[in-house]
């Protein structure tokens, strides 16, 4: 099982990227699936989340009306457009496959519910 994210890049401020995140080895279209981030020195934290059929999102105070999460269940593939970029968005952007919560509308922030992640890929936003 693997997932594996790109379109991480360097941005301007006020600039906009799209984060791709596949899953190859499982399909993960049945599952909540999140994105997290991870700035140098600090902890891992929640960006956005979507139910299996992306009818429940959630996103960090942080980004809310900045980044939107969408997914192509037939591709396996989530996405993340990141809108109007700060350099606060700096970070190793990770995406993440939560097993528990499939089929349903739930979805949850917490890293640790979380069971599979990809390798990360980086987001600079120059000031």
């Known amino acids: 099982v693997q997932l594996q994210a790109s379109g991480g890049g360097l941005v301007q401020a006020g600039g906009c990227l799209r984060l791709?995140?596949?899953?190859?080895?499982?399909?993960?279209?049945?599952?909540?699936m999140g994105w997290f981030r991870q700035a140098p020195g600090k902890e891992r934290e929640f960006v956005a989340a979507s139910s299996w059929s992306g009818g429940t999102t959630a996103y960090a105070d942080s980004v809310k009306g900045r980044f939107t999460m969408s997914r192509d269940n037939a591709k396996n593939t989530i996405y993340l457009q990141m809108n109007s970029m700060k350099p606060e968005d700096t970070a190793v952007y990770y995406c993440?496959?939560?097993?528990?919560?499939?089929?349903?509308?739930?979805?949850?922030?917490?890293?640790?519910?979380?069971?599979?992640w990809g390798q990360g890929t980086l987001v600079t936003v120059s000031s």
């Open positions: 993440a496959a939560d097993r528990a919560r499939y089929f349903n509308n739930y979805i949850t922030k917490r890293p640790g519910a979380y069971d599979d």
């Open positions: 791709s995140c596949v899953a190859s080895g499982r399909s993960f279209s049945s599952n909540c």
